[in-house]
């Protein structure tokens, strides 16, 4: 089936692939995921129907193994995540409209009712999530599409082409395309942003355009993504602890420095190639993509980031250590116009914010 709406994003994927074939090496990445994101198989349980755990791998002799699996647990974050099915309301291929009739969470504009291509019911997002918690999937009525953030939390970077950029040992039938998040656009009233599982970029797509759909589940109150409120806890004047990370951030950008009389980040911030920015250590490293994408404030644009708890960052572009998987000395980068990722050679210049874990 094909998604209508998404032909520009289909042509630069294609343009993409030009340069996917290179001689170039990549050296060696020391921290590639996000803290605490691991791929391995012990991070995640399969669940079925009835939300009840299975046991695909050396399950105890009382257990029964090759059951059809519905939701995938995530024992990082602890969310349950909606896994995809070859027929009916949850088939893979359905397409649906971003819908939100809640002006209180749809960033001032509702969406397009009803304008995908479904079965089993209204092809928009809000429809969806009142079907499937309508059914108690995996015994579940609190069924919701994921933040930004949450979604790209399933994104695993290490995944080529054309194998979709998430655990297919878990989430099956995920189509390698673009997923719906929850979170509108602070840029545009009539758009909204999600993940493109071909390699993890986020986009923000109109809310007309049709996109594929994963539902998340948690427990008691969720907040939405990258939510600024209490989040920061200042440890001295020049860093600052992520109580949802527990990871240090640099207030500053390299090259700029706490400047105590005014209470700001002074100094202009220097443009490095990712190859000099990796170098820089003495306790601080490059984050990864999941990380530096963490702290992008998608309320705001212009930059895209708490400005109390980082002044005068620029709104350009930072390198990550996450390599771009399909192509060798491409790495990751978060842009602070808007808060989206890119990749780009090794060589170009970029930002820098150093982090490290926090020690108590």
Known sequence: ??????????????????????SETTPRVTHSLAQGVTHSAERFIKLDSGGHTLYPRHPPPDKPTGQIWDCVRDRNTNLVWE?????????????????????????????????????????DTDAYIKAINHMRLCGRRNWRLPSRGELRSIADYRQQPPHAAINLEYFSNTVAQFYW?????????????????????????????????????????????????????????????????????????????WDKDTGACAGKATLMTWYQANRLGNGWRLPSVHELSSIADLHQVNPAIDRQVFPNTPASHYWTDTAFAPKPGYFWLVQFQSGENHTDSGKRLAFVRLVRPWKN
């Open 1 to 22: 089936m094909m998604i209508a709406g998404l032909a520009l994003r289909a042509l630069a994927l294609i343009s993409l692939c030009f340069y996917l074939f290179s």
């Open 181 to 257: 998040s929850a979170t509108p656009d602070a840029n545009a009233m009539d758009s909204a942003w999600g993940i493109g599982f071909t390699f993890g970029y986020d986009y923000s797509y109109f809310k007309s355009d049709l996109g594929y759909v994963r539902l998340v589940s948690s427990e008691g109150t969720t907040t939405t993504n990258n939510a600024q409120h209490n989040r920061f806890e200042i440890l001295a004047d020049a860093m600052v602890i992520d109580r949802h990370s527990q990871l240090v951030w640099s207030r500053c950008s390299v090259g700029q420095r």
């Open 83 to 123: 896994v995809k099915t070859t027929h009916g309301l949850r088939h893979h291929q359905n397409t649906y409209t971003w819908y939100n009739p809640d002006a209180a969470t749809n960033g001032g504009e509702p969406g397009v009712s009803d304008a995908g291509h479904c079965i089993g019911s209204k092809c």
